[in-house]
């Protein structure tokens, strides 16, 4: 069996010793809305003080779920590497409600197919993934992810950890300066 030639770039931002984790599901509100924060709470603790790491945290419930995961990172494995990836969540982030399903459970995207979620990224991201996405063994990236979430008890998106303690009472809702302060006490 031939291994095709790929690289996933991790979705680590920052160089510091402290790491923030931070465990996404793309088309989740309350994902979209921590996401959103990250790049601010980089900039003002300081790359040199944080690492900051997406962790992909697939959900059934959210029915595009593992087709925008693998997206993402088959984004991670372009030449942009993981900025091409967060275009990708940028992307999805800004028009959640095109690849989510009303209620979890019916609306227009019912007669939506995989093929027709990847060109709306693609459009929306201005990168071409189709061939990305259908490297054979991306799955072993995307189990990485799977496998590192439920190896740490996380079930739910957005979950936070600090230096590999889940914070289970960090939320969305908080202001990027209490984020920092959890980070980095003065």
Avoid at 98 to 117: K, Q, R, V, Y
């Amino acid at each position: 069996m031939q291994k095709s030639e790929w690289r996933a770039d991790p979705l680590t931002w920052g160089t510091g010793a402290k790491i923030f984790e931070v465990f996404l599901e793309p088309t989740c509100p309350y994902s979209v809305r921590a996401f959103r924060k990250l790049d601010e709470l980089l900039a003002v603790s300081g790359e040199d003080n944080i690492s900051i790491k997406i962790r992909l945290q697939s959900q059934p419930w959210h029915m595009f779920s593992g087709v925008i995961v693998r997206c993402i990172l088959a984004a991670s494995t372009l030449e942009a590497g993981k900025e091409a990836a967060k275009a990708v969540l940028s992307a999805v982030g800004d028009h959640r409600e095109e690849f989510e399903f009303t209620s979890h459970c019916g609306g227009p995207n019912l007669d939506a197919t995989p093929n027709d979620i990847i060109k709306r990224i693609e459009n929306y991201s201005g990168l071409a993934l189709a061939d990305a996405f259908a490297i054979p063994d991306l799955d072993r990236e995307i189990k990485w992810h799977s496998r590192y979430a439920r190896q740490n008890g996380i079930h739910v998106s957005p979950t936070f950890m600090i230096d590999g303690i889940v914070q289970a009472d960090m939320s969305s809702g908080d202001d990027v300066s209490a984020w920092r302060e959890r980070l980095l006490p003065r």
